[in-house]
C-alpha cells in the first residue's frame, strides 16, 4: 500500500499538469500527504522515493517548463543509498586517510629494519676490526717467532760446529792419555817394571792362550807408533841411550813401549 502510494505520489510531483485544468481546480501535491497517519522516516521517504522512480520511470513535463530537480533521475536511483551523515568527500578522506596511516606504518617498519641492519652492519664491522687486529698481532708474533727460530738454528749450527772442533780437540788430548794409560797398565801385564828409569823384567800375569792377549798386542803397537812419531824415532832414543837424558817423557814412553812390545812377542 505504502509502495504504491509513494509511486503515485512522485509520478503525481514529476508529471507536469494538463493545460485544460486549471490550477485551481488541480488537487496540489503537498495536500496528498499521509506523514499524519503513517510518519515515515528521511531514509525510508528516500527509500520510497526510489522505489517509485523505477516504477513510473522519469516523466517529462512541458517544454516550456525545466524539469524538477527534486525528481531523482534513473542513475540516481541504481545508487546504493548513503546514510545521511556520509558524504563523497568524507569517502575520499576516509580512503586518504587509511593510505597515509598504511603508508606511515609500513615506513615506520622499514625504518626500524633499516635501524636493525645499521647496528647489526655495525657490530660486523667492529667484529671485523677485531678480528683484523688479531690476525695482525698473530701474524706479528709468527714473524717473530720464525726470526728466532732463526736465529737459535744459527746458533745450534755454532754450537754445533765449536762441539766438533771440541771433540776433535779432546781426541787429540785424549789420545796421548790412551796411550800413556797403556803404558802404565800394561808393563805389570807383560812383566816388564820400570824402577828409576830401569827397566826390570819379571813373570808376565797374562798368557798367550788369554782373550785379551790380541788387544794387548794392538795397544802395544799402536803406542809403539804414537811414542815413535812424537819423540823423533829411533835415532832420538839411541842418543838418549848413551847420554843416559830421560828428561823427554815421549823418549822414555817411547822405550818402555819397545820394551813392552819385546816381551810380549817373546811370550
Known sequence: FFVTMASAATAAACSPAPSNVSSATRPSASNISYEAFAPR??????????????TAGPMARSATK????????????????????????SFMDTSLDSVVSSTLNQTLQETSNL????????SLK????????IAQDISNRHAELLRHSGELSAAADRLQQEEEVLTKHAHDVGLPLVHYNAVDRIGILVGVLVKNKVIVRGLAKIKVDNAEFPEILDEIDDAVEYFSRESGGPAI?????????????AVDYYRRALAFQEAALFL
Open 115 to 122: 635501524t636493525n641492519l645499521i647496528k647489526h652492519a655495525s
Open 41 to 54: 522516516s528521511s531514509a525510508q521517504i528516500n527509500r520510497l522515493s526510489r522505489l517509485a522512480t523505477l
Open 126 to 133: 667492529f667484529a671485523l676490526r677485531a678480528s683484523i687486529n
Open 66 to 89: 525545466s524539469i524538477d530537480v527534486s525528481c531523482p533521475s534513473l542513475v540516481e536511483c541504481m545508487t546504493p543509498p548513503m546514510s545521511s551523515d556520509t558524504s563523497p568527500n
Open 237 to 249: 832414543l839411541l842418543q838418549a841411550e848413551r847420554t843416559k837424558d830421560w828428561s823427554n817423557v
